[in-house]
Structures are given as C-alpha cells and as structure tokens.
Nanobody
Framework: QVQLVESGGGLVQPGGSLRLSCAAS????????MSWYRQAPGNQRELVAR???????DYADSVKGRFTVSRDNAKNTVYLQMNSLKPEDTAVYYC?????????WGQGTQVTVSS
C-alpha cells in the first residue's frame, strides 16, 4: 500500500513557475513508476509527465520544454517543476504510483494560472 500527498499548488500569473511535490509513504518507492496527471473542469484526466524507476522520463507534447519531472528516492518524493505556465495549464494535478497491476493516487492539488 502506498499513500501519496501532493503539495505546492496555488495561483500563479502566466509565465510564472511552480514546483509540485508528491510525498509517498510505504516501502519500495524506488520501484514505482511515478506519474503526474491533471484534470481541468469538463475534461478527462490526462498524463502530464512520467518517470520510471530507472529515471527515464516522458512528457505530454503540451508541456515539453516547460515541465520537468524528477524523483528523490531517498526522500520518497517526486517533483514536477513547471515553468512558463499558461492559463491552459490550470487544473487539479494528481500524482500516481504504479507497479505491476497496482495503482495509487494522491488527492490532487489545484494549480490556477491567471492574471
């Protein structure tokens, strides 16, 4: 069992930056594929970024070059650095841990990009 707690969301102006964190409890954090998803009102939840246990990353086309996902296995934490934020990045951001058939989700953190 893994419990995930996201933090770092908030209100930011267009062009600004935020760093989201997702702290995980439980063991074997380093073995999990960690992902960030987001869901805007009226939209489906979409994958934003993912990092494997080996550190390989991939990103949605809409955030490439602006967002960076990283992990600190010693701290059981995954991060999402978001730069050059746009109003269309406004959403609830969720962290997910996946290993084999097991998936665990955090409660989400709101990111609002607005002037």
């Amino acid at each position: 069992q893994v419990q995930l707690v996201e933090s770092g969301g908030g209100l930011v102006q267009p062009g600004g930056s935020l760093r989201l964190s997702c702290a995980a409890s439980g063991t074997l954090f380093s073995m999990y594929v960690m992902s960030w998803y987001r869901q805007a009102p009226g939209n489906q939840r979409e994958l934003v970024a993912r990092i494997t246990s080996g550190g390989t990353t991939d990103y949605a086309d809409s955030v490439k070059g602006r967002f960076t996902v990283s992990r600190d296995n010693a701290k059981n934490t995954v991060y999402l650095q978001m730069n050059s934020l746009k109003p269309e990045d406004t959403a609830v951001y969720y962290c997910k841990a996946a290993r084999f058939v097991n998936n665990y989700w955090g409660q989400g953190t709101q990111v609002t990009v607005s002037s």
